[in-house]
């Protein structure tokens, strides 16, 4: 299975951000899978990295880079790339 892939360019309030998230994860507790987003000006980048299936894997003072945690995608046997 590949990673769904999400670009976010500070696309949101905070607000709705967060409820975007809470559904991300909802639907990833239903179907695990690797997910990667990559956040482009990432004003709201405490938002993201309070999600609990998220973690932090790279980025600059531009963007930042996410993908789910070991725990979301496991037992789905698919790769994180």
């Known amino acids: 299975m590949s990673a769904t892939r999400h670009y976010l360019f500070n696309p949101l309030p905070e607000r709705a951000l967060s409820d975007a998230l ?11 899978r690797p997910v990667w987003i990559v956040y482009h000006n990432p004003l709201l980048e405490s938002t993201l990295g ?6 932090k ?9 996410y993908r789910t945690t070991y725990r979301t995608t496991r037992g789905a046997n698919a790769s994180t790339d």
Not at 22 to 32: F, V
Not at 50 to 55: D, P, V
């Open 57 to 65: 894997a790279g980025g600059t003072s531009r963007y930042s880079v």
């Open 22 to 32: 809470q559904r991300l994860g909802k639907s990833l507790a239903q179907t695990p």
């Open 50 to 55: 309070a999600s609990a299936f998220l973690e």
